[in-house]
């Protein structure tokens, strides 16, 4: 009986004891993006011609100036491993620097620290040394280059090549050509993950980068209308287990929804939900959707790889810049006035997003510099809580300008179009797509939920041309369709993710001739679904509306840590607006606050008290600007 006691008292206490190692882990894990990550990014001013001496200089201003309001990344954006010589760009072939073994490493010319195998070993000591975390910006996949190269892949658990099934493989044998990057084609391409060999060579790329002293990989054109879940996952899967620890952000992610973001947001850390944010009013004015959108999903601060995941609204292209897809350093400053400069860092704040800094900070001003280490704006992006769009929200112009415009939502709008757009294929708005008949030869596959219009949504069908010499296209694209907006035979729709081809562009002609390529190929599935079998992606038709910058008024709301509620007023109008809401109003959305005790009230970016009077706030809102309202 005394045996089977302590027997018994043995079991528990191995039981609670591995119960309170497992808490620790979990407590340890869970460090990991507990806020939203904050930093420097190189492209918005550099694109990506920046130099070891350029970017460490900048990494060395970020520690001096920016380091102390939290902003820890430094990260070097896209093409590093590219040579600086004529006829290099964005999508050039042949020109990028690749290890023997396929993997891409930093131009020696630009980053002369590299030379010798060292790779960013050295630039990450001295950002490391700076008291700075150090991060890299990497395509999809495996390079093109090093396919054609067809260069062995590395066993990281031998130290050799990677043999499997009695045989070396190599990067031709991993690389899916027809999944190339759609805006770098002639850059990179899937990797086949269901291959031990194409798991071997992720696997090398991000033990090499740990090894490099790496905190923060960038992953691009695997998200959004790129979307590739298998790379992610395994890629999360190789992070997971690195004993030296780095952050996962995707990037960008044009067409991302809530229902997408679901599926990666705890394998990585950031991702994009927007396409690339530039320094126009229509770019910042753009956000306030998806914003509202993945906040109403309860995505900010979701779980994620080892800890939290953020949606992310794009760098902030403040200060010193260059011009989008540029091959050419800083040389201009940021376009937006600085009321719209204001809004964009108040809804980045209010949405919680991420907040990377993309300006030289050689030429950092003063206003640009006490716009992004605001303290209230950073406590309410680090530490607020119940971060949503708040609609009771009133605007009129003021008395001396009636030709102002008001409203939450308002736009100019132009005719409605309708689109052909990817989403996930579990979104309910994938599914509606049926065949009709159109003679013995030809079918058509319509969008069941565009009948009642004049002129149903079809497309033509068309078995793909596949000939019998090309047995990997035969067998992995038999019973897949090519789609013409015609009946002509000889065009097909280029509906890649990249390019969104309208009802209006196909009467122009607007088609591309029919090519045996993964991008163009269909498969309808029996729930209903057109599969596109280069993303994976399914087909779907918005009815959308051609539309050019909203305006009207937006509203957001938080709460911070001591008891404090954010108030965030937007007008997105052309002329001055009066917003105005009522405390009572925020019992709607915030259940626990005591709107009757809150009696101060501090409009951020004025410095100046705001009035309180009979329940009410009301505030005139520049053109395009933000007031940032703290209720105590």
């Known amino acids: 009986m005394k045996i089977f006691t302590l027997c018994i008292f043995y079991l528990i206490s191995q039981l609670l004891l591995n119960r309170l190692a497992s808490t620790s882990l979990c ?22 011609t920046i130099s070891e001496e350029e970017f460490l200089k900048n990494a060395e ?11 820890e990344y430094v990260v070097v954006d896209y093409l590093w491993y590219r040579r600086k010589v004529p006829g290099a760009y964005t999508d050039a072939s042949g020109f990028d620097v690749i290890d023997e073994w396929g993997r891409m490493v930093p ?11 060292k790779g960013f070993t050295e630039v990450a000591k001295k950002v490391h040394s700076m008291g700075l975390k150090f991060g890299i910006h990497v395509m999809r996949g495996i390079s093109a280059q090093a396919v054609n190269a067809d260069t062995p892949i590395l066993d990281t658990t031998k130290g050799v090549a990677y043999i499997e099934g009695g045989r070396k493989w190599t990067a031709s044998d991993v690389g899916l050509k027809e999944r190339k990057c759609v805006w770098m084609p002639h850059g990179f391409m899937s990797v086949n993950t269901k291959l031990g060999a194409g798991k071997a060579f992720l696997r090398s790329l991000y033990e090499q980068y740990a090894e490099w002293g790496v905190d923060f990989v960038k992953n691009d054109c695997v998200f959004g209308d790129d979307l590739d879940i298998e790379e992610i996952s395994f890629v999360s899967e190789v992070l997971r287990k690195l004993s030296h620890p780095i952050l996962y952000s995707l990037s960008p992610g044009t067409s991302v929804t809530p229902a997408m973001a679901k599926e990666i947001s705890g394998l990585v850390n950031m991702y994009r939900i927007t396409g690339d944010d530039w320094d126009t009013w229509g770019d910042v004015a753009a956000h306030f959707d998806v914003a509202r959108d993945f906040a109403a999903a309860k995505m900010i601060g979701s779980r994620g790889l080892l800890g939290l995941s953020w949606p992310d609204l794009d760098m902030l292209p403040l200060g010193w810049l260059t011009d989008p897809g540029s091959n050419e350093g800083p040389h201009r400053k940021c376009n937006l006035n600085l009321d719209e400069q204001r809004t964009q860092i108040t809804l980045w704040a209010m949405a919680k997003s991420p907040l990377m800094f993309g300006g030289d900070m050689r030429k950092l001003d003063d206003t640009t510099y006490n716009l992004i280490t605001n303290p209230t704006a ?19 112009p003021p008395k001396s300008d009636p030709s102002s415009h008001s409203g939450h939502e308002k736009y100019y709008r132009r005719p409605q179009t309708s689109s052909l757009a990817l989403v996930s294929c579990k979104e309910t708005k994938a599914k509606g797509w049926v065949v009709q008949s159109v003679d013995q030869d030809l079918d058509q596959i319509c969008w069941k939920n565009s009948f009642e219009l004049e002129a149903p949504f079809c497309l033509y069908k068309i078995k793909a041309r596949v000939t019998s010499d090309e047995e990997v296209y035969a067998t992995k694209y038999y019973g897949k369709t090519h789609l013409l907006a015609t009946n002509r035979t000889a065009l097909c729709i280029d509906a890649s993710p990249k390019k969104r081809l309208t009802s209006k562009e196909f009467k122009r002609g607007s088609l591309s001739p029919c090519k045996r390529d993964a991008n163009q190929m269909w498969d309808l599935r029996i729930n209903g679904t057109l599969v596109n079998s280069y993303s994976g992606l399914c087909a779907t038709i918005k009815t959308v509306e051609a539309k050019a910058v909203p305006e009207g008024i937006r509203s957001w709301i938080a709460t911070g840590r001591k008891g404090e509620v954010y108030l965030a007023f937007f007008n997105l109008n052309q002329g001055k607006t009066i917003m105005t809401m009522r405390l009572s109003n925020l019992g709607k959305v915030l259940p626990g606050v005591k709107f009757r005790a809150l009696s101060r009230c501090r409009e951020v970016w004025s410095s100046r008290g705001c009035h309180i009077s009979k329940g009410s706030i009301s505030i005139d809102v520049k053109a395009h600007g933000a007031a940032l309202l703290v209720l105590t």
């Open 378 to 396: 950073l406590e309410i992006n680090a530490f607020s809580s119940n971060n949503q769009e708040f609609p009771f929200v009133t605007g009129s």
């Open 61 to 71: 201003l970020v520690s001096q100036r920016l380091h102390a309001h939290g902003y």
């Open 107 to 117: 131009d020696p010319d630009r980053w002369p620290s590299s030379k010798g195998g």
């Open 27 to 48: 407590n340890a894990q869970a460090t990991h993006a507990v806020t939203p990550p904050r930093g420097w990014n190189s492209y918005d001013s550099f694109c990506w």
